[in-house]
């Protein structure tokens, strides 16, 4: 009977790796979320594609994916088969955590998508466009609560960019911080927060539905498909888009890294991947190599000065 | 057409041979990984998301949620003959469970484990269909202040629960809530208590901690007591099937935990544990020999597996009626429906009837199907216990290991494994129980960002906290919990009380 029970554990473990996938994708958030979302749809695209046998995602949520990213910078390092997904919501967390692992422990392959950040609130809630979201905010900052991903990200640094434009102090926007898109979309749904803030994709189906109103989106012109005011057009004058990119495992060789580099490519010009993002209403700003790596220094760099400006990093 | 007219005709999908044998084989998959600690149904899922690509979408959810009951019912097989729980959701089953095996009711206790499991899947499946509406209202309604409460309602009747000696019962708490501080604050993004170590950053993985104290503690208390003969354990007393008596005793707990597991799952910030947790607390304030608790009370075991399961199902409710996941499984079975083109959200059961009462109608299936599977079973598992115990508990070893570095490969996640397995044997020598470590640990954050969460949109106004109907009665339904014993015990009823102390580990 033990040896039976025995050989039964271990044969268990050993066919796990046995079907182990080609790429093993880490989703730094929460299940449901913006990155979650990126992964599962690399993970389709790949396979669809046929660039890989059998794509496998796993959710390491907390902190702006700062966790994850330690935990992939730790664990993976070396193998060519892990990938992160990420974006600039991580530059934001690493900068507010004062994270020890920071972009610099992996290996940024490249940038994948963007999107506009969208601002809800429930259908039956009093405030109707942006102007009445301003109104709000000006007579007491503190009476607007937002909900949105964790402190210091996109969602965040939206909240406060807005908050400045309208001569608002952004030390005193009102921000509580939901791990991940499920529970803060719960949150919204059931009116606990005055408004909700995330990416379009985040609430698309329940705006869809009538369950809540979009009342601005954060895009510099209208986007096509989504029936919403831009910021700028409700008076306000911001605009910001939250970019989500891929990353492999720190401690790779060249030849690894130009492979990986490769399938990506090959993903990102695919049929589904593109279907995929026209339904998702995410924008492709596919960017590899060198470009990136420049785009991406820059991006931190003024990142750290918004989050100051804010009051969010000392 | 009604509702009923609908679920016949999901059973018409759910009835044809192949979906038959998807289910078969997601409910046999889903016991093993279900039994593996560290390993869970969301793993599997995933695991399988792909290979499930070529299937027709009704095929595969129906794996999906074989996998999803299967799991939730595997996890009591090791909780109750190994104290090994496989999920932090079956936790709770090991403290009456494992000490009804070691009395040789290891086959009373499975079963009623198995057949409880059934009812609350059976309840909470019709309840899925016929009221999901109405309960994902009630669950919405629920917010930082709402959870919050339910929190304190959580901590009050648990640390009831930790029988006579509360000094003891909170000492051991409070190492668990101290244990649960532990990573990075969410809503400032600061880290604490983490020293530096990158592997701490996420705080301390409620399974590590459990497979510890409870099954790596165990073992070296065993190694280190002693004599080696006296605790002999008997792996079968009497019968191995539930006496009349079980059944009297455990059909009331079966209910109640489903009523408690239902909506609880169905919550967002749930969570399957919190059910559990309220429902082996009531079932000792309302038991009839609660002197037995601790020492192998059948309720204990009844009404927390009910609970699991109907929590189980109770997670479907958000997932199929708003799109939204509430545990990693749920997320995993939603990219599943995305796979297949379906958005489940408020429009699914309106674009996709045919679809969705298929799903329910096989979740119907697979919960008959794991009754039938796993009763047959339970003579067989019990003679694991028949097992020479120094093979036995070095088996025990191996299994926890495995399943940790299983769930997360680090050298890091086991050095903690084992410097808990130390805590949990320091804690047996003393006299400490170990339930409230770990109830500390699930709890304390959860109860900390929703308190922190309430105060910040009240910005700082404490009343709050009692602003709505559900947190009214939620905090007066705690007060009651502390009040009512002291009340008893002024009125010179202290003898019974301290009976009902007890040794929780």
Not at chain 1, 24 to 44: F, S
Not at chain 1, 156 to 166: R, S
Not at chain 2, 405 to 432: C, D, H, K, T, W
Request: hydrophobic share 50%.
């Amino acid at each position: 009977m033990k040896h039976f029970v025995l050989a039964s554990i271990l044969g268990g473990l050993l066919a796990l790796p046995a079907h182990a996938a080609d790429y093993k994708i880490m989703a730094p958030a929460a299940p449901g979320g913006g990155w979650d979302q990126t992964a599962r749809t690399m993970q389709t695209a790949l396979q669809d594609e046929k660039i890989s046998g059998s794509v496998q995602v796993n959710n390491v949520p907390g902190a702006g994916g700062t966790i994850g990213l330690a935990q992939f910078a730790n664990q993976a390092s070396g193998d060519p088969s892990q990938l992160i997904v990420g974006g600039y919501v991580m530059v934001g967390a690493i900068l507010t955590n004062a994270s020890p692992v920071t972009l610099d422990q992996v290996t940024p392959i490249a940038r994948l998508t963007g999107e506009f950040e969208a601002i809800v609130v429930p259908a039956k809630s009093d405030i109707k466009d942006m102007a009445g979201l301003v109104a709000k905010l000006k007579a007491d900052p503190g009476s607007v609560s937002w909900g949105g991903g964790s402190a210091g990200g996109t969602d965040h640094i939206t909240a406060g960019l807005i908050a400045k434009a309208v001569g608002v102090d952004p030390t005193k926007v009102n921000y509580i911080a939901f791990s991940g898109g499920g529970e803060a979309l719960a949150a919204i749904l059931g009116g606990q927060v005055t408004v909700g803030i995330s990416g379009y994709g985040e609430f698309e189906s329940q705006i869809k539905a009538g369950e809540l109103r979009i009342i601005g989106i954060s895009s510099d012109e209208k986007v096509a498909g989504i029936d919403a005011p831009t910021f700028k057009e409700g008076g306000v004058d911001v605009s910001i888009q939250n970019w989500r990119m891929v990353a492999a495992a720190p401690g790779i060789t060249d030849e690894q890294k130009a492979a990986i580099s490769a399938d990506v490519e090959k993903m990102v010009t695919s049929k589904s991947w593109k279907d995929a993002l026209a339904t998702k209403g995410w924008a492709d700003t596919y960017l590899a190599g060198d470009e990136f790596k420049a785009q991406l220094a820059k991006d931190i760099e003024s990142t750290s000065g918004i989050l100051k400006d804010i009051g969010l990093v000392k | 057409m009604d509702t009923f007219g609908l679920l016949a005709q999901g059973f018409l999908v759910a009835l044809e041979p192949m979906n038959l044998l998807y289910a078969l084989i997601g409910v046999t998959l889903g016991t093993a990984v279900g039994v593996l600690p560290g390993i869970g149904p969301a793993l599997t899922v995933a695991l399988l998301l792909p290979v499930t690509y070529k299937l027709d979408p009704a095929g595969s959810l129906i794996m999906f949620a074989g996998i999803y009951y299967g799991g939730m019912y595997g996890g009591s097989t090791t909780s109750i003959l190994l104290n090994t729980p496989g999920e932090s959701a079956s936790i709770v089953t090991a403290l009456e469970g494992n000490k009804m095996a070691r009395k040789g009711r290891g086959g009373p206790a499975l079963a009623t484990a198995a057949i409880g499991s059934f009812v609350a899947g059976l309840i909470a499946t019709f309840g899925l269909a016929l009221i999901a509406p109405f309960i994902v209202k009630f669950a919405l309604s629920f917010g930082p202040a709402e959870y919050f409460a339910l929190m304190v309602l959580a901590f009050m009747t648990v640390s009831a629960a930790f029988g006579e000696s509360s000094l003891r019962g909170l000492t051991a708490l409070f190492l668990g809530l101290a244990l649960g501080l532990i990573g990075i604050d969410l809503q400032t993004g600061q880290a604490r208590l983490a020293f530096g170590i990158p592997d701490l950053l996420d705080g301390i993985e409620v399974t590590t901690l459990a497979v510890a104290l409870f099954a790596i503690g165990e073992t070296l208390t065993v190694a280190a007591s002693r004599s080696s003969g006296d605790e002999r354990i008997e792996p079968v007393k009497g019968s191995v099937w539930m006496s009349r008596e079980d059944w009297s005793r455990s059909w009331k707990p079966w209910l109640r935990g489903t009523a408690i597991g239902f909506p609880i799952g169905a919550m967002p910030a749930g969570g399957a544990e919190i059910g559990t947790f309220l429902s082996y607390s009531v079932e000792k304030q309302l038991a009839r020999k609660p002197e037995e608790f601790g020492h192998g009370a059948i309720e204990g075991v009844a009404g927390p597996e009910a609970a699991n399961n109907a929590s189980a199902a109770g997670t479907l409710v958000p997932l199929l009626t708003l799109g939204l996941p509430t545990t990693a499984t749920a997320a995993i079975m939603l990219a599943g429906f995305q796979q297949f083109g379906l958005q489940p959200g408020p429009l699914l059961f309106a674009n996709n009837s045919s679809l969705v009462w298929g799903l329910i109608a096989s979740l119907l299936v697979a919960n008959f199907m794991l009754l039938v599977l796993n009763l047959p079973l339970i003579g067989l598992w019990v003679r694991l216990l028949s097992i020479p115990r120094h093979w036995l508990y070095a088996g025990i070893l191996v299994f926890a290991t495995l399943g940790t570095i299983g769930a997360n490969p680090s050298v890091f996640e086991l050095g903690m494994l084992l410097a808990f397995g130390i805590l949990g044997y320091l804690l047996r020598q003393f006299g400490y129980p170990i339930a409230p470590v770990v109830v500390g640990l699930i709890l304390g954050p959860l109860a900390e960002q929703q308190l922190r969460r309430a105060l910040a949109i009240s910005q700082g106004d404490l009343t709050v906290l009692v602003h709505s109907p559900i947190s009214i009665v939620l905090l007066t339904l705690a007060a009651a919990a502390v009040i009512v014993p002291l009340v008893m015990r002024a009125r010179g009823r202290g003898k019974v009380l301290s009976q009902l102390a007890a040794d929780e580990d």
